[in-house]
T-cell receptor
């Protein structure tokens, strides 16, 4: 069946370090992947997305890597700041679900320590 | 530019009651999706509305229903509330791909 999961439920990093959040997906037909950040009391906020015809995409301080061979997605945050503390979700679109719905993983909590 | 607006922000209901949640999409968006997010979990897709019709539905019982109005705003209705319906209900609007989420309605069923 379809599922999007995360390897690590909690990640603690020091301010200024780089963070890497990982995600595995099981539906090889999915072709659109998104990372969201969710702060307490707020809805998910779009960070970056990538389509399956790419293996890397960069944004401001963030990079998403897609490895279709092993169905793995990662989010790299450079020079992590206290404001990056939140829960991060990967989500999957396309595939049998089409582009009308997103399938979310359980989330990884990122804690940034000064 | 207002983003996605949801109301109310918090709600407490008794088991067996009915509830209506409301969502105003981001300006320019014509599609509204609803998600349920249980504590400590990722959002789960309930359904999506486009052109005032339910376009796709997730694995939720018929107690969950919705509506989209001509101005693209939407309502989520849940009948015969169960304790397990306690969750954060998120509305996401879109125009094509690219979803913008609201801050959600926190529903507590007691």
């Amino acid at each position: 069946g379809e599922s999007v999961g995360l390897h690590l439920p909690t990640l603690s990093v020091q301010e200024g370090d780089n963070s890497i959040i990982n995600c595995a997906y099981s539906n090889s037909a999915s072709d659109y992947f998104i990372w969201y950040k969710q702060e307490s009391g707020k809805g998910p906020q779009f960070i970056i997305d990538i389509r399956s015809n790419m293996d890397k995409r960069q944004g401001q301080r963030v990079t998403v890597l897609l490895n279709k061979t092993v169905k793995h997605l990662s989010l790299q945050i450079a020079a992590t700041q206290p404001g990056d503390s939140a829960v991060y979700f990967c989500a999957e679109g396309g595939g049998s679900g089409g582009y009308n719905k997103l399938i979310f993983g359980a989330g990884t909590r990122l804690a940034v320590h000064p | 530019d207002a983003g996605v607006t949801q109301s109310p922000t918090h709600l407490i209901k008794t088991r067996g009651q009915q509830v209506t949640l409301r969502c105003s999409p981001k300006s320019g968006h014509d599609t509204v999706s609803w998600y349920q997010q249980a504590l400590g979990q990722g959002p789960q897709f309930i359904f999506q509305y486009y052109e005032e019709e339910e376009r796709q539905r997730g694995n939720f019982p018929d107690r969950f229903s919705g509506h989209q109005f001509p101005n693209y705003s939407s309502e989520l209705n849940v009948n015969a509330l169960l304790l397990g319906d306690s969750a954060l209900y998120l509305c996401a609007s879109s125009l094509g791909t690219g979803f913008t989420f609201g801050s959600g309605t926190r529903l507590t069923v007691v």
